[in-house]
């Protein structure tokens, strides 16, 4: 059972326009979910975080939405750029198990 | 400050063999954590290790084990490989606190392919 899901495996954006892209999750009991931006030979990298008692978070091009009722997140990088190319995994916790779980990724290919 | 540090990056085993993974956390970090990356499963949590301890386990067979030692770097086992293991394993490491949730830092991988 998928408890975190990326339903769209890819997603082709041209330069200088907003992604946008979407995690859903099915554990209303998680209360931390983050963004991580992994390119290819290397570890993931941390992106941006959100605890549950927000619904935005920001920093510089990037933006994390929180809805609990929809149960649902989405991360948007405004404006997009080539070096945003590579795949973002979400991934959620639960305060106190020390584990995340993760969405199986989507790629992001930003045109030049 | 030092990343996350797993050696080997690369590793070739046969079937039926054993393999163990090293880790290296940020200096000060204290909870290891141990996730394998297989195409189109994303990460999958193996298990997370705080003062030499497992606090949490994910889904896999007894095959998988890992430690921690006092400095707090980590190692990954595997026993009797099987073709299926074949993986980017993962090491993570976190900055403990309790007042609030903190990230997890990535190293780069070990690429165990298993012939």
């Known amino acids: 059972d998928q408890q975190v899901k990326q339903n769209s495996p890819s997603l082709s954006v041209q330069e200088g326009r907003i992604s946008i892209l979407n995690c859903d999750y099915t554990?209303?009991?998680?209360?931390?979910f983050l963004w991580y931006k992994k390119y290819p030979a290397e570890g993931p990298t941390f992106l941006i975080s959100?605890?549950?008692?927000?619904d935005k978070n920001e920093d510089g091009r990037f933006t994390v939405f929180l809805n609990k009722s929809a149960k649902h997140l989405s991360l948007h990088i405004v404006p997009s750029q080539p070096g945003d190319s590579a795949v973002y995994f979400c991934?959620?916790?639960?305060?106190?198990?020390?584990?995340?779980?993760f969405g199986t990724g989507t790629r992001l290919k930003v045109l030049a | 400050k030092a990343g996350v540090t797993q050696t080997p990056r690369y590793l070739i085993k046969t079937r039926g063999q054993q393999v163990t993974l090293s880790c290296s956390p940020i200096?000060?970090?204290?909870?290891v954590s141990w996730y394998q990356q297989t195409p189109g499963q994303g990460l999958q949590f193996l298990f997370e290790?705080?003062?030499?301890?497992?606090?949490n386990k994910g889904n896999f067979p007894g095959r998988f084990s890992g430690r921690q030692f006092s400095n707090s770097r980590s190692e990954m086992n595997v026993s009797t490989l099987e073709l299926g293991d074949s993986a980017l394993y993962l090491c993570?490491?976190?900055?403990?606190?309790?007042?609030?949730?903190?990230?997890?830092?990535f190293g780069q991988g070990t690429r165990l392919t298993v012939v």
């Open positions: 991934a959620a916790g639960l305060s106190g198990t020390y584990k995340y779980i």
């Open positions: 290790y705080f003062s030499e301890t497992q606090r």
């Open positions: 959100i605890s549950s008692i927000k």
């Open positions: 993570a490491s976190r900055l403990v606190s309790l007042r609030s949730n903190t990230e997890a830092f």
């Open positions: 554990n209303s009991m998680f209360d931390y």
């Open positions: 200096s000060g970090h204290r909870s």
